[in-house]
């Protein structure tokens, strides 16, 4: 039986979704700390656990027990403290997916010293804003050119800015994390004064890329990485001592998600690839067949590229489950991984703002349906709200709201947007937690997604959800991706637009878009079908692989109105 589990669920097993629903609940210590109860603890208990098993596009192979994270860490922690880190302080990584990741972002824990994860793309200017908008005391980078410019850059314009530190490095102007680390000792002692944390207290910042505006800053207290048991156990199924492997970069709320917290609590193994450029998904399948990947989650954009190659030639046979999230996933998608690989993908859904929100926790409770997201999480009171505030019926379209949040504040979700009580009061009080998420249920408790409320396009009177119209043409052999967006129309307000990812051996001749509008026809109501079609060879993404359609809908508004 699990060491950890044992310790924050009264109840690990369940016979039913039902009794999953009414039963589950986590006990939080109150002065919970992921780098001390959950990686110190592990290699208290089991020296030679594996926590991590990391490889590279050159070759490299490192592999890490709990022990070595809390030894490393350790150093850390005393580096980072003789810099005048303390508790409440903030440091963003940029790390890509170095395996000093785990490493700093322990240390930062144990600190009590607030961790903001951020993606390798920011510019000068988005780290300006970050940078300020925190109040950030030290930057840890990879030694990347375009990484290491920008934040050059942007230093002199963050006051609060002391020090720069580089993975990979040495380079002038930098501090050399393991240069510095090994002048430390392994040894580091829990604090038990005013630096010592609580549970409430605020640990990790994720910046959201919402559609408009300037980013927020979501924060999560140290309760947080329990509420991702659900997402590791429950939802990806992750097996103790066996590799699960999620991808992302860690500057996303989805490297919480699959690579460190939950699965670190249930203690499954990481496995991580750090890839390097464009995606390539015969290298990803290699490295699922050479280590023997046993749990698996990836956005559905990579399953659909994924789908292009044969999988024949890889034995992919020590994969137990498969999970994506990111995207809506298209049934297609699954049919086709079920028919060649043998295993359903187990969709979840969720934001930076918590853990998984609702999800096919497996066939053992409840089989997934075509369609379907799944049910709810049992840690969140879940309903779809109406435009007039009032509670969706079964078949009606509402926004996905989690209920009551200020006053019963559910283990796992953010709490608050980080140094700003009007944007937290205005968000978190009243009914509960608006996601800004269109769904439906049906009459057995299954929610179907339909878009963002920004995605939703309304042409004629009716109200269009972009991914039923995406799934249909995923359903053609010629697309292999694609994305439904809203364009201008002078008659009908908006009209439906695909941009379209064609397959190998496939041109975007005319008869091919009457062949693809007269297939959604068919797969869906007639009315939904694109009048406007464009052929690309890739869609605008983010580094988590989620489309970009407000890009989209902002080119062809500025087509519109030039």
């Given at each position: 039986?699990?060491?950890?589990?044992?310790?924050?669920?009264?109840?690990?097993?369940?016979?039913?979704?039902?009794?999953?629903?009414?039963?589950?609940?986590?006990?939080?210590?109150?002065?919970?700390?992921?780098?001390?109860?959950?990686?110190?603890?592990?290699?208290?208990?089991?020296?030679?656990?594996?926590?991590?098993?990391?490889?590279?596009?050159?070759?490299?192979?490192?592999?890490?027990?709990?022990?070595?994270?809390?030894?490393?860490?350790?150093?850390?922690?005393?580096?980072?403290?003789?810099?005048?880190?303390?508790?409440?302080?903030?440091?963003?990584?940029?790390?890509?997916?170095?395996?000093?990741?785990?490493?700093?972002?322990?240390?930062?824990?144990?600190?009590?010293?607030?961790?903001?994860?951020?993606?390798?793309?920011?510019?000068?200017?988005?780290?300006?804003?970050?940078?300020?908008?925190?109040?950030?005391?030290?930057?840890?980078?990879?030694?990347?050119?375009?990484?290491?410019?920008?934040?050059?850059?942007?230093?002199?314009?963050?006051?609060?800015?002391?020090?720069?530190?580089?993975?990979?490095?040495?380079?002038?102007?930098?501090?050399?994390?393991?240069?510095?680390?090994?002048?430390?000792?392994?040894?580091?002692?829990?604090?038990?004064?005013?630096?010592?944390?609580?549970?409430?207290?605020?640990?990790?910042?994720?910046?959201?890329?919402?559609?408009?505006?300037?980013?927020?800053?979501?924060?999560?207290?140290?309760?947080?990485?329990?509420?991702?048991?659900?997402?590791?156990?429950?939802?990806?199924?992750?097996?103790?001592?066996?590799?699960?492997?999620?991808?992302?970069?860690?500057?996303?709320?989805?490297?919480?998600?699959?690579?460190?917290?939950?699965?670190?609590?249930?203690?499954?193994?990481?496995?991580?690839?750090?890839?390097?450029?464009?995606?390539?998904?015969?290298?990803?399948?290699?490295?699922?067949?050479?280590?023997?990947?046993?749990?698996?989650c990836v956005p559905p954009t990579m399953y659909r590229f994924?789908?292009?190659?044969?999988?024949?030639?890889?034995?992919?046979?020590?994969?137990?489950?498969?999970?994506?999230?990111?995207?809506?996933?298209?049934?297609?998608?699954?049919?086709?991984?079920?028919?060649?690989?043998?295993?359903?993908?187990?969709?979840?859904?969720?934001?930076?703002?918590?853990?998984?929100?609702?999800?096919?926790?497996?066939?053992?409770?409840?089989?997934?349906?075509?369609?379907?997201?799944?049910?709810?999480?049992?840690?969140?009171?879940?309903?779809?709200?109406?435009?007039?505030?009032?509670?969706?019926?079964?078949?009606?379209?509402?926004?996905?709201?989690?209920?009551?949040?200020?006053?019963?504040?559910?283990?796992?979700?953010?709490?608050?947007?980080?140094?700003?009580?009007?944007?937290?009061?205005?968000?978190?009080?009243?009914?509960?937690?608006?996601?800004?998420?269109?769904?439906?249920?049906?009459?057995?408790?299954?929610?179907?997604?339909?878009?963002?409320?920004?995605?939703?396009?309304?042409?004629?009177?009716?109200?269009?959800?972009?991914?039923?119209?995406e799934s249909a043409l995923i359903a053609h052999p010629a697309?292999?991706?694609?994305?439904?967006?809203?364009?201008?129309?002078?008659?009908?307000?908006?009209?439906?637009?695909?941009?379209?990812?064609?397959?190998?051996?496939?041109?975007?001749?005319?008869?091919?878009?009457?062949?693809?509008?007269?297939?959604?026809?068919?797969?869906?109501?007639?009315?939904?079908?694109?009048?406007?079609?464009?052929?690309?060879?890739?869609?605008?993404?983010?580094?988590?692989?989620?489309?970009?359609?407000?890009?989209?809908?902002?080119?062809?508004?500025?087509?519109?109105?030039?």
């Amino acid at each position: 039986m699990n060491y950890l589990l044992n310790r924050f669920l009264p109840q690990i097993e369940f016979e039913s979704y039902e009794e999953f629903k009414e039963k589950f609940t986590i006990n939080v210590p109150e002065d919970f700390n992921f780098g001390y109860d959950v990686v110190d603890a592990w290699a208290d208990a089991e020296p030679e656990k594996r926590a991590l098993v990391w490889v590279n596009e050159e070759g490299e192979e490192r592999v890490f027990t709990f022990t070595d994270i809390k030894a490393m860490s350790n150093q850390v922690a005393h580096f980072f403290r003789s810099l005048g880190l303390k508790k409440g302080d903030v440091v963003m990584m940029i790390q890509r997916r170095r395996w000093e990741y785990w490493i700093c972002a322990t240390t930062l824990h144990k600190l009590g010293v607030i961790l903001i994860p951020a993606t390798l793309q920011l510019t000068k200017k988005d780290i300006v804003y970050r940078g300020n908008a925190a109040e950030v005391k030290a930057v840890v980078c990879v030694d990347d050119d375009f990484v290491v410019s920008q934040m050059e850059a942007a230093a002199p314009e963050i006051p609060s800015l002391k020090n720069k530190i580089l993975v990979g490095g040495p380079r002038a102007g930098w501090l050399d994390l393991h240069e510095e680390m090994d002048k430390f000792p392994t040894e580091f002692a829990r604090p038990t004064d005013d630096q010592a944390t609580r549970w409430n207290d605020i640990m990790l910042v994720y910046f959201t890329s919402g559609t408009t505006g300037m980013p927020k800053l979501v924060q999560h207290n140290f309760a947080h990485p329990l509420g991702h048991i659900v997402t590791a156990k429950y939802w990806q199924h992750v097996e103790e001592n066996k590799l699960h492997m999620s991808v992302s970069d860690s500057g996303w709320a989805k490297f919480g998600w699959g690579k460190i917290y939950g699965q670190w609590i249930c203690g499954a193994t990481i496995f991580c690839y750090d890839m390097v450029g464009k995606f390539d998904p015969k290298k990803l399948l290699r490295k699922v067949e050479q280590y023997k990947v046993t749990t698996f989650c990836v956005p559905p954009t990579m399953y659909r590229f994924m789908l292009q190659e044969d999988l024949s030639q890889f034995d992919l046979s020590s994969l137990h489950h498969c999970a994506t999230a990111g995207e809506p996933l298209n049934p297609e998608v699954v049919k086709q991984w079920k028919e060649k690989v043998g295993h359903q993908i187990y969709e979840g859904f969720g934001q930076s703002e918590g853990p998984v929100l609702i999800a096919n926790f497996g066939s053992e409770w409840f089989e997934p349906i075509q369609g379907s997201t799944g049910k709810p999480n049992p840690l969140f009171d879940i309903q779809l709200i109406d435009a007039y505030g009032e509670p969706c019926e079964d078949g009606e379209e509402g926004s996905l709201t989690i209920i009551d949040v200020k006053h019963h504040p559910p283990v796992g979700l953010f709490t608050g947007y980080y140094k700003s009580p009007e944007q937290t009061e205005e968000k978190l009080s009243g009914i509960g937690y608006n996601t800004g998420d269109v769904l439906w249920r049906d009459s057995d408790g299954y929610y179907r997604f339909v878009g963002r409320n920004d995605d939703v396009i309304k042409c004629s009177g009716y109200r269009i959800g972009p991914f039923e119209v995406e799934s249909a043409l995923i359903a053609h052999p010629a697309v292999v991706e694609c994305a439904i967006t809203g364009v201008p129309d002078p008659i009908r307000g908006q009209v439906v637009k695909a941009t379209i990812v064609l397959a190998k051996g496939y041109e975007g001749t005319p008869e091919l878009t009457k062949e693809l509008q007269n297939h959604v026809k068919k797969l869906t109501a007639p009315y939904k079908y694109p009048r406007v079609v464009e052929y690309v060879q890739e869609l605008p993404k983010t580094v988590g692989g989620k489309i970009k359609r407000a890009e989209i809908r902002k080119a062809d508004e500025e087509a519109h109105n030039a």
